[in-house]
Structures are given as C-alpha cells and as structure tokens.
C-alpha cells in the first residue's frame, strides 16, 4: 500500500522559509514521477513543482527562483524548499507520486498526501 505522508508545514512570517517533506512508504518512489501542489481557500489546486524519475524537475512561474524541489539519495522523500514566502503563498500543499517516470498531466498522479498547512502572514 503506498503512503505519501508531509510534514513541516506551519506558519511563517513574510519573506521567511519553510522545507516541506514528503516520506514514500510501500513504493520505490525514486523511479517515478513527483510533485508538490498546494490549493488555497475557495481557489484551483495548482501544481508547485514536478521531479521526474530521471531527475528533471520544472516549476509553476509562481515558484521559479523561490522555491526548490529534491530528493534524498534513495529517492523516496521528497522536499519542498520554500524562500521568500509572501501571504499568496498560504495554502494546503500536498504531496503526490505517479507510476511512470514523468508525469506530464496531473491525472497521472496516482497517490496522495493528506497535505500540510502553510500559513504565511505580512
């Protein structure tokens, strides 16, 4: 059974950092697909950044130059490095892994996270 489990959300002041991880359990996360995408009340849920199987990563333009995503050396935790968070940033993130090596559409994340709260004040 594959399990995406987040944690480090929580709560930081504008301009500040929060790293969101993303533990893969009952799956060899290293070969597939990955991304973060976070939804904000009453907006879209919207892809932050996608790591493939291969090691390419791409972000949304919202993220570009303020936010990293990596792996650890075994490729099944993921990490969400966020810098120079600004209140639009505030939202559910949420980690998900597809069963293919890139994973152009966002239908072909297959697993889940529960999500973790970013909360980010001015």
């Known amino acids: 059974q594959v399990q995406l489990v987040e944690s480090g959300g929580g709560s930081a002041q504008a301009g500040g950092s929060l790293r969101l991880s993303c533990a893969a359990s009952?799956?060899?996360?290293?070969?597939?697909?990955m991304g973060w995408f976070r939804q904000a009340p009453g907006k879209q849920r919207e892809r932050v950044a996608r790591?493939?199987?291969?090691?390419?990563?791409t972000y949304a333009d919202f993220a570009m130059g303020r936010f990293t995503i990596s792996r650890d050396n075994a490729g099944n935790t993921l990490y969400l490095q966020m810098n120079s968070l600004s209140p639009e940033d505030t939202a559910m993130y949420y980690c998900?892994?597809?069963?293919?090596?890139?994973?152009?559409?966002?239908?072909?994340?297959?697993?889940w996270g529960r999500g973790a709260q970013v909360t980010v004040s001015s």
């Open positions: 009952g799956y060899t996360a290293s070969r597939y697909c």
């Open positions: 998900a892994a597809g069963a293919r090596a890139t994973c152009f559409e966002d239908s072909q994340y297959l697993y």
């Open positions: 790591s493939d199987g291969d090691g390419y990563t």
